[in-house]
């Protein structure tokens, strides 16, 4: 079993997006072998690239307020509380469109 706060678990960058940062906060050196969580963090004026991959994603927000966009120019408004699942191959992009950070747990599968 792990218990400790997310901020014990060190941010990293993340390389495609400037202004961004995640943690992994759970992972397979863990021991979980199934399920990745992870903590990201968005600065306001900044976006995760708009993309796509063959997993699933399941999104809490903690914090903030922005836009997920998840077809060609329709975007949809999300802040503290929205949940989000964006299914396998659906493109998508995480937008701050506020003064403060936007902060999210992303759940995705460990592969292999």
């Known amino acids: ?35 990745a969580m992870r903590v990201f963090e968005v600065e306001p004026g900044h976006s995760t690239p708009y993309h796509s991959h063959a997993w699933e994603h399941e999104v809490f ?4 307020e922005g836009t997920v966009r998840h077809e060609v120019e329709q975007e949809t408004a999300v802040s503290h509380g929205s949940v989000v699942f964006v299914p396998g191959m659906e493109p998508h992009q995480f937008i701050n469109r506020g003064d403060g ?7 995705v599968p460990i592969e292999g």
């Open 1 to 35: 079993m792990k218990i400790q706060h997310y901020t014990q678990t060190r941010p990293e960058p993340v390389a495609e997006g400037p202004g961004i940062t995640v943690r992994w906060v759970v992972g397979k050196e863990d021991g979980a072998p199934h399920f």
């Open 101 to 107: 950070i936007l902060r999210f747990i992303c759940l």
């Open 61 to 64: 927000v903690l914090t903030g």
